[in-house]
């Protein structure tokens, strides 16, 4: 729950900063905050308080399924996957809904254009750039757990992949949230379009981290 909230924030802070460079800098507090909260050990529990993100634990499945022998069976790959869907579901919920609040409550700012910006583009220029943004996503993550001065190198990270313009799909939930779309099934199908394209390219990403946690 608090990984959605979290992201929602952030992606609010983005989009009501006039400078875009900014607002890429302040979005990486969201993803500090996922990080700082969790202490938990387990990624995939029962406590809705926890702030687990789904795309720092994209590689999370595909390292059972790496790791596949006599002791890790097919039904726990399966399991691993299912619970990454899961948790992008819980994530992306709360981003959806902390949007829309703000779209009720408060000025978006740039909304509109980043998401006319972000429709633009075909289904396959958005998976690659949810790929791009989950490598990033995944060094950030790597250097948190590798070092005590993880925040700038999560921050440019952060900053890199909103930059580039790739897709996070809790992000683009919040982002979805957030805007005053024009109505229609036209514009229903491609918001959703965009967020499971941007979770797939996610999970892809951690495909290349799949060699250890």
Request: with cysteine; aromatic share 14%; hydrophobic share 55%.
């Amino acid at each position: 729950m608090l990984a959605g909230i979290f992201i929602g924030v952030a992606s609010i802070l983005y989009a009501r900063c006039d400078n875009p460079i900014v607002g890429a800098v302040l979005f990486s507090v969201g993803l500090l905050a996922c990080l700082i909260h969790n202490t938990e050990p387990a990624w995939l529990n029962n406590n809705i308080k926890s702030a687990w993100l789904c795309t720092g634990k994209a590689n999370y499945p595909w390292y059972a399924l790496f790791h596949r022998n006599q002791f890790v069976a097919w039904q726990c790959v399966c399991m691993e996957f299912a619970g990454w869907f899961r948790l992008f579901a819980i994530n992306g919920f709360f981003a959806l809904w902390i949007g829309v609040m703000a779209r009720l409550c408060i000025d978006c700012g740039r909304i509109n254009d980043i998401m006319v910006n972000k429709l633009s583009h075909p289904w396959y220029w958005i998976l690659f750039m949810g790929f791009v943004c989950g490598i990033l996503i995944q060094i950030g993550v790597r250097a948190y757990r590798s070092s005590s001065t993880y925040w700038p190198i999560v921050s440019m990270c952060v900053a890199a992949f909103l930059l580039l313009g790739g897709e996070h799909c809790i992000a683009d939930a919040a982002f979805v949230g957030m805007w005053q779309s024009p109505g229609g099934w036209n514009a229903a199908i491609a918001c959703v379009k965009l967020i499971v394209l941007s979770a797939v390219g996610n999970l892809l990403a951690g495909a290349l981290f799949g060699d250890k946690l």
